[in-house]
């Protein structure tokens, strides 16, 4: 179902023509470094580097192997002559698919590389374009004091940069190979097979292997994943937020055409942001899945073989496909200020309780009768119609000590920007 909607390069990455061809790639780099030390002559080379395969004749093996990848060497022997009886030596089946594994996993980081990148750029466009753009901020989804748009995008610009440097490290951790043949000793194929194939095909040797790269590696991949699903999912549950129609201070694009419902024509929902939500959960319990497969039986077991030809994959075209959604969604939200403006004035001044409480400590209350003061006029505006201005006016414990328009220009909803400046400045957002 994931691969439904995925986009066509990372389609392409997990393809079987792709992991066969990255099969191939292994084999023949392994052959090459044999030829470089002279084990393999000059003439068998220039045939096994036009080896290929064919998918047709491996899915015909298979059959009767019931072990891909003896089936894929029988189609590659196919194209081959007596050359053939050079390709694999020495390996074990796991040197070439967690190689070849390495690099499908390199190409996908890549590509989610560029996504993240993207995304960055757009959350950097509306955090300046929104830097002033005056909201609600919410604690335990209640109105707290007044934040603006700018700062959220801001917020999330940075979370999506350590996701970066998350990917990179991911990245290194599963840009490894091993060339160390059954149990890792080495005792069918020299670690210089292994230095010399790395090289080649961009990868570092893995310092010390049993039968198999080992699985920390790739749960680190794929928690790294979840979190960048994670973060997204945060994201998109704000999105979702600000669409209720109570509160429709943002909603995601909705084109021309476009319904939300069989049913009901006038509905508009957060689909692509609830769609991004599932999603997100989808990767975090194929994190799951991969930490479960680093404990394997003594020297490896292929536990964690069927359940990574489904996890991850899976991972890499869910992130991919999020990103495809929702960063288009970002750059073409729909912001609403005058509902911004509307809600902010829901509590009738409540929002500046925390101005009067500290006017009054200045004035040299103690804190704790300063607050039972503006808790008393705070829950009484909550209650009633009266604004929490005019209660606080009437109150003789607060006009003895905040004369005149002392009190009045604490109700300013410029004192909230006025740092705004300075965390852009920290952030290198102009």
């Not at 292994?26 to 002559?41: K, N, S, T, Y």
């Not at 300046?128 to 995008?153: C, D, F, N, S, W």
């Not at 005792?187 to 292994?194: D, G, L, Y």
Request: hydrophobic content about 40%; overall charge negative.
């Amino acid at each position: 179902m994931i691969e439904r909607y995925s986009r066509p390069r990372m389609k392409r990455v997990w393809s079987d023509e792709n992991k066969f061809d990255r099969w191939l790639q292994v084999e023949i780099a392994v052959c090459e470094a044999w030829a470089e030390l002279g084990e393999i002559p000059g003439e068998a080379m220039a045939g096994i580097r036009k080896a290929g395969y064919n998918l047709e004749r491996i899915a015909s093996f298979l059959e009767v192997t019931r072990h891909d990848m003896t089936a894929f060497l029988n189609s590659v022997a196919e194209s081959l002559g007596e050359e053939s009886r050079f390709v694999h030596l020495g390996l074990t089946s796991s040197d070439v698919w967690d190689t070849a594994l390495g690099l499908q996993l390199t190409e996908a980081a890549d590509i989610l590389a560029e996504d993240v990148a993207e995304f960055v750029s757009v959350l950097r466009e509306k955090a300046i374009e929104h830097r002033y753009t005056i909201m609600m901020g919410r604690t335990h989804g209640v109105h707290a004091e007044p934040t603006t748009l700018g700062l959220k995008m801001a917020l999330w610009k940075e979370e999506m940069e350590r996701n970066a440097l998350r990917l990179a490290e991911a990245r290194k951790a599963v840009a490894v190979g091993k060339i160390s043949g059954a149990v890792g000793t080495y005792a069918t194929v020299p670690p210089r097979i292994e230095e010399i194939a790395c090289a080649r095909l961009g990868l570092a040797p893995e310092p010390v292997s049993n039968q198999i790269v080992q699985r920390d590696r790739h749960a680190q991949f794929l928690t790294t994943l979840a979190i960048i699903a994670s973060s997204l999912e945060k994201f998109a549950t704000e999105i979702r937020g600000l669409q209720r129609t109570e509160v429709r201070e943002a909603e995601e694009p909705f084109g021309e055409g476009q319904t939300g419902s069989s049913a009901m024509p006038h509905k508009r929902n957060p689909e692509l942001s609830e769609r991004v939500c599932g999603l997100a959960r989808i990767v975090r319990g194929n994190a799951l899945v991969s930490m479960e497969n680093i404990a394997l039986w003594h020297e490896r077991d292929i536990s964690h073989s069927s359940a990574e030809r489904i996890i991850l994959p899976d991972s890499c075209l869910a992130l991919d496909y999020m990103f495809s959604i929702f960063t288009p969604v970002i750059r073409g939200l729909r912001v609403y200020p005058e509902n911004m403006r509307r809600n902010i004035e829901l509590t009738q001044g409540l929002v500046f309780s925390q101005r009067v409480l500290l006017a009054l400590i200045d004035k040299g209350l103690a804190r704790e009768e300063a607050y039972r003061i503006v808790q008393d006029n705070a829950m009484e505006a909550w209650q009633g119609s009266k604004s929490f201005l005019s209660l606080l006016q009437a109150d003789r414990r607060v006009t003895d000590r905040l004369k005149g328009d002392e009190l009045h220009a604490l109700f300013d909803y410029d004192h909230y920007l006025k740092h705004v400046d300075t965390v852009f400045e920290r952030l290198e957002l102009s």
